[in-house]
């Protein structure tokens, strides 16, 4: 059977780098460029506000969480927000369910008759 879908160029793998698919000689670059065109001067005051906008993210998300497991009730204390992804969502259902239907089979075990032997 042939695939009508091409196979994946080498150059177009995907690689678990530090940040965003930057590796280190990207920040690096990225970095020069700020201290280009910002100027040393405002560079460690622009890093701060930057900093300070992650923390406000960060406590705006985990705020949010804690809302939405508030908000759910019990049962849902151990709520992550990945796990609300479809695709994580529908593949925890189908592994329950599979896992569901492996318990019941075991339970069953087919008994053969000593008569028949």
Not at 6 to 24: E, N, Q
Not at 39 to 59: M, N, S, W
Not at 102 to 116: G, V
């Given at each position: 059977?042939?695939?009508?879908?091409?196979?994946?160029?080498?150059?177009?793998?995907?690689?678990?780098?530090?940040?965003?698919?930057?590796?280190?000689?990207?920040?690096?670059?990225?970095?020069?460029?700020?201290?280009?065109?910002?100027?040393?001067?405002?560079?460690?005051?622009?890093?701060?506000?930057?900093?300070?906008?992650?923390?406000?993210?960060k406590a705006l998300s985990q705020s949010a969480t804690a809302e939405l497991r508030q908000n759910l009730g019990p049962g849902f204390e151990d709520l992550q927000p990945s796990d609300l992804?479809?695709?994580?969502?529908?593949?925890?259902?189908?592994?329950?369910?599979?896992?569901?239907?492996?318990?019941?089979?075991?339970?069953?075990?087919?008994?053969?008759?000593?008569?028949?032997?």
């Amino acid at each position: 059977m042939v695939s009508a879908l091409p196979r994946p160029s080498p150059w177009m793998r995907v690689s678990k780098t530090m940040f965003f698919d930057f590796g280190a000689g990207e920040i690096f670059g990225l970095a020069l460029l700020a201290i280009i065109l910002v100027g040393p001067d405002r560079l460690p005051g622009l890093a701060v506000d930057a900093a300070k906008l992650v923390k406000k993210i960060k406590a705006l998300s985990q705020s949010a969480t804690a809302e939405l497991r508030q908000n759910l009730g019990p049962g849902f204390e151990d709520l992550q927000p990945s796990d609300l992804h479809p695709k994580k969502f529908i593949q925890k259902h189908i592994s329950n369910a599979l896992e569901d239907d492996e318990a019941q089979a075991a339970k069953f075990k087919a008994k053969i008759d000593p008569d028949l032997l």
